[in-house]
């Protein structure tokens, strides 16, 4: 039985702290497979600085790349590339394992996947000396498995895979659908998405409220200031779902009014990554159209999928959190309203079968955590208010700006590539010179005078950089300075007409 060691445990841990990414492996033969994961590591004859803490000769394996990928509910993916040098064409296979042992059991024990193992810290090594089945004693019985969960409950304890869960769409219209698109030969790349989804499994997880999450939003509520009552509000909510049976995080729509760069939307991308929830942003200032949310008909030449559809079935859970960014910029005309799709949307049970236009098939959509920014709500639709729960955000005070400033720093400094770059914390000087700008500006010339202190290599007594008042003025400077890129002339010294 494969053993994880504490090298692998210590490089799951830093990739979950990297962040997931959305991950596309193109199979040669089948549907290609999306996911969201985080890089444990890899190995590749093309990259031979990966595979150099390994002893083996790769050379006997076709694979010329391995990697692993760790998935937000903990199982992990395995995926494995093959290039044909002589016909110049990539193959790629993957596999979704609940653990270390099955990802030893997917790769085998060949020279290449040994190298993975080394990479990893994955001991893969058989145990000669470990007891035979009659030295373990009798096998469990039934009840013992139950006993344990109790145990672990007991604890707060909980498994990745014991999560409630609900279907993302209804089996039997899915496979009407697909037999649909296989009798009539057309829109395959339709057909591959909806089989992906049935191959994947339409039971998927709900992220649930947690105990811990309670000291994590009022550390979010110190950071920022000027949306405490929403932070607030989502720490009730937490506190009513930890009550619940099944424990599930849920929240009633809600919208943040407010100026632009008050920090609305760094709060709501904060939020979902201490939820531990996909985060989806849809830019509504550049949507004309509902088809951009529920998706448009496929008799159209540039039909697809809308964005409700495409986040609810790549996602990890069925509860992600939906930004839709400066809602009040909608427009179009009158009849593709963009709110229209929304009306449904935000209520429950109207959500729980919504319907795509392109894919022709509905999906639940009700445990959608839903949230809106705008800067004003003169344009936005009564019927859309009613179904939002409105907060008035105002800028941050002078005293308040402080703590944004340092957290804001906070966020750019401890990046994994810049960890131990800069100094831990900014100088008061420094700190008071940010801090009258907004938000938003802030996060830009900060980062603009991180690289001016390091351009500078104003480094402390401990040799990490240190970000002076100097290359903040700079910045700013810089920043508002007009700069005048082309011809130009001064109009008086233009020649007068004759």
């Not at 060949?110 to 000396?129: C, M, P, R």
């Not at 089996?171 to 037999?179: H, K, N, S």
């Not at 943040?256 to 709501?268: E, I, Y």
Request: charged share 30%.
């Amino acid at each position: 039985m494969a053993v994880a060691t504490p090298k692998f445990d210590e490089l799951v841990r830093r990739a979950r702290a990297n962040g997931f990414a959305r991950v596309v492996v193109r199979q040669r033969n089948g549907a290609d497979r999306k996911f969201y994961g985080a890089l444990v590591g890899e190995v590749g004859r093309d990259k031979p600085g990966r595979c150099s803490e390994s002893p083996f000769d790769l050379d006997e394996d076709r694979w010329t790349c391995l990697r692993l990928y760790v998935l937000r509910s903990g199982r992990f993916a395995v995926v494995k590339e093959e290039v044909d040098i002589a016909r110049l064409r990539l193959r790629c296979e993957s596999e979704v394992l609940d653990d270390v042992d099955a990802v030893v059991k997917c790769l085998g024990q060949s020279e290449f996947a040994k190298a993975l193992y080394a990479v990893l810290g994955i001991d893969a090594a058989q145990d000669l000396d470990a007891a035979t089945d009659e030295e373990r004693g009798p096998s469990p019985t039934a009840e013992e498995p139950v006993k344990a969960a109790t145990a672990r409950e007991a604890m707060g304890i909980k498994d990745a895979d014991s999560r409630p869960g609900v279907t993302l769409c209804d089996e039997t219209e899915l496979d009407r659908r697909l037999q649909k698109l296989r009798l009539g030969r057309e829109n395959e790349r339709m057909r591959l998405v909806l089989e992906a989804i049935k191959e994947r499994g339409l039971m998927r997880p709900l992220a649930q409220a947690r105990p811990e999450l309670m000291n994590t939003l009022a550390t979010l509520g110190a950071r920022f200031p000027n949306l405490a009552e929403v932070v607030e509000f989502v720490c009730r909510q937490v506190k009513l779902c930890l009550r619940t049976r099944r424990q599930v995080l849920r929240l009633p729509p809600a919208l943040l009014v407010g100026a632009p760069g008050t920090g609305k939307t760094r709060l709501l991308k904060e939020l979902a990554r201490i939820l531990g929830v996909d985060f989806a942003m849809i830019d509504c200032g550049v949507l004309t159209a509902n088809f951009v949310l529920a998706g448009n008909d496929p008799a159209w030449s540039n039909g697809k999928a809308g964005a409700i559809f495409e986040t609810l079935a790549e996602g990890a859970t069925l509860n992600p959190l939906i930004l839709l960014d400066e809602i009040d910029k909608l427009g179009g005309e009158r009849r593709y309203d963009p709110y229209g799709p929304l009306h449904g949307l935000l209520e429950r049970h109207s959500a729980r079968r919504f319907t795509d236009e392109y894919m022709k098939i509905a999906v639940d959509a009700s445990r959608v955590l839903w949230f809106a920014t705008a800067n004003k709500t003169d344009a936005i639709p009564t019927s859309i208010l009613s179904r939002l729960k409105r907060f008035d955000v105002r800028p941050p005070s002078a005293a308040e700006m402080a703590a944004v400033v340092r957290s804001v720093y906070a966020d750019l400094a401890g990046d994994e590539e810049l960890a131990g770059v800069f100094a831990p914390e900014l100088p008061s000087e420094t700190v008071a010179a940010l801090s009258t700008m907004t938000p938003r500006e802030v996060g830009e010339a900060l980062f603009d005078a991180m690289t001016r202190a390091s351009w500078d290599d104003a480094a402390g007594e401990d040799g990490r950089l240190i970000v002076l008042p100097s290359h903040v003025r700079a910045a700013t400077t810089r920043r508002t300075e007009r700069r005048v890129i082309g011809f130009t002339a001064d109009r008086k010294s233009l020649p007068k007409a004759a």
